[in-house]
């Protein structure tokens, strides 16, 4: 699910480490809903993997490192229905999630995603339906720039809750491919929240899906992020 935000609001939402990435003048920003089949180990066979729901907050940015100018996503919460991501991520493997209950239906041609984080904080209802066509964005003219958009942006850097670092994972495939749908509803207690996005600041714009897509997930080094006396009280390294 995609929203286009405005830049000032969602700067506010990042770390100093990173800034906006603009499409049209907008940030692009929204809710990734991930289904994982066979999550694993990579020196682990297929049938010992797991088949996890997880949920993805995040905002398209773009910062300087080492290897130059690079773009990706600021990933402020994850979220999954799965005990071992909650209790591993952000140990033994790049981010923390947090725990939340799934309710996922799907039949040919329509999708329901809904979620609630056990805390009670967070819950998100999605409905989609394949289409033929991909239109009504106003930050992408076709489906082929909007894929690769993400496609470009796969390296994710997420929140953690010391607030020091953020954990790298990059998402990589050789079969990349994304389908059009029609948005049927959607509610996020995120970004239906006006006083995270004032009314007119988050707009939803379109949403994607991929299907039976096989990846891997590659650790990035973290990014640290320590106090200072600058103005804002912070700085990155």
């Excluded at 506010?12 to 692009?28: E, F, K, Y």
């Excluded at 040919?108 to 984080?117: G, Q």
């Excluded at 006006?194 to 590659?218: E, H, I, N, Y």
């Amino acid at each position: 699910m995609n929203y286009r935000v405005d830049p000032a609001i969602a700067a506010a939402l990042m770390p100093p480490t990173m800034r906006p990435q603009l499409v049209n003048g907008w940030v692009v920003a929204g809710i990734c809903l991930i289904r994982l089949g066979q999550f694993r180990p990579s020196a682990l066979p297929g049938w010992a993997g797991l088949r996890t729901e997880n949920a993805a907050h995040r905002i398209a940015v773009e910062w300087d490192g080492p290897q130059g100018h690079s773009t990706g996503v600021y990933i402020a919460r994850r979220d999954s229905g799965s005990l071992i991501n909650v209790l591993a991520g952000g140990r033994l493997f790049p981010g923390e999630h947090h725990a939340a209950r799934f309710d996922v239906r799907e039949t040919a041609r329509d999708l329901h995603v809904a979620y609630r984080t056990r805390d009670e904080t967070i819950s998100v209802s999605v409905d989609v339906r394949t289409a033929v066509r991909f239109q009504g964005s106003e930050l992408f003219a076709d489906l082929a720039q909007a894929s690769e958009f993400f496609r470009q942006g796969s390296a994710g850097f997420s929140a953690t809750r010391g607030g020091q670092r953020l954990d790298g994972l990059e998402l990589r495939t050789d079969a990349w491919q994304v389908e059009p749908v029609d948005i049927q509803s959607v509610r996020s207690t995120i970004f239906d929240d006006p006083d995270r996005f004032p009314p007119g600041s988050a707009k939803l714009d379109c949403a994607l899906l991929m299907r039976q897509v096989p990846v891997t997930w590659q650790p990035l080094p973290a990014q640290h992020i320590v106090a200072d006396n600058a103005a804002d009280g912070r700085s990155a390294r």
